[in-house]
């Protein structure tokens, strides 16, 4: 009897299963059903968005960019700075009427130091001449006594130096590469520009060439 009862017990655990695998196999298609959807849903919204974006206008900008500008032909900007007894100011427009060579240097640019002894020619030979030629050189960045001490050791006097320290005068005029000279014409125009070591030759051909535009 115990046996009988093991069997018709094991039957029915096997109609059950039977039962379970079907019902199993009904609902799978929508068990799938449930899971595809939200991506689906997902996927929609997401094309949604991209496509609204690509048919967004272009965001304005919200600042107006600098007007481009000639490195020459343009009004010198005028500054004041320091000389190097830290104490007289010199500025542009103290030239007003001469030509005026505007140069950028540093101490530890090369072709900037070769250039040193052409400009303290120039200053010498026109020295007496109120009304001539003029030379300023701007230092960048250094103090007055690490170049005072630096033109000592190379023997250069009465160079005009004037100390943009903190190189606001550097950015005002774009420069960008040192040395760079500025020929300034008696009006306070540039008219010429200059990059790399200047001969003692080369100023007196610019002088001529604003002898000539004028």
């Not at 170049?147 to 006097?157: A, N, P, S």
């Not at 130096?161 to 190189?167: C, F, G, H, L, S």
């Amino acid at each position: 009897m115990f046996k009988a009862q093991w069997v018709y017990a094991r039957a029915k655990l096997g109609i059950l299963t039977n039962l379970n695998t079907e019902a199993s196999k009904r609902h799978s298609p929508v068990l799938l059903l449930f899971l595809i959807l939200p991506l689906l849903g997902i996927f929609i919204a997401l094309l949604m968005v991209f496509l609204e974006d690509r048919n967004a206008p272009a965001a304005q900008p919200t600042f107006q960019p600098a007007p481009q500008r000639n490195v020459i032909n343009f009004q010198a900007p005028d500054f004041e700075l320091p000389l190097l007894d830290g104490l007289t100011l010199v500025s542009p427009s103290d030239y007003a009427g001469q030509p005026l060579f505007l140069n950028f240097w540093a101490t530890w640019c090369a072709p900037c130091v070769r250039e040193l002894p052409a400009f303290e020619e120039f200053v010498a030979t026109h020295a007496a001449d109120e009304n001539g030629p003029a030379l300023l050189t701007i230092n960048l960045g250094e103090t007055a006594a690490e170049i005072t001490g630096f033109l000592q050791e190379i023997g250069v006097q009465n160079l005009p130096v004037a100390m943009d320290i903190n190189e606001v005068v550097k950015r005002d005029y774009g420069v960008q590469n040192l040395p760079t000279t500025y020929v300034i014409d008696g009006s306070g125009m540039i008219r010429h520009m200059k990059l790399g070591e200047m001969k003692y030759e080369e100023m007196g051909l610019y002088l001529q060439q604003l002898g000539d535009e004028s």
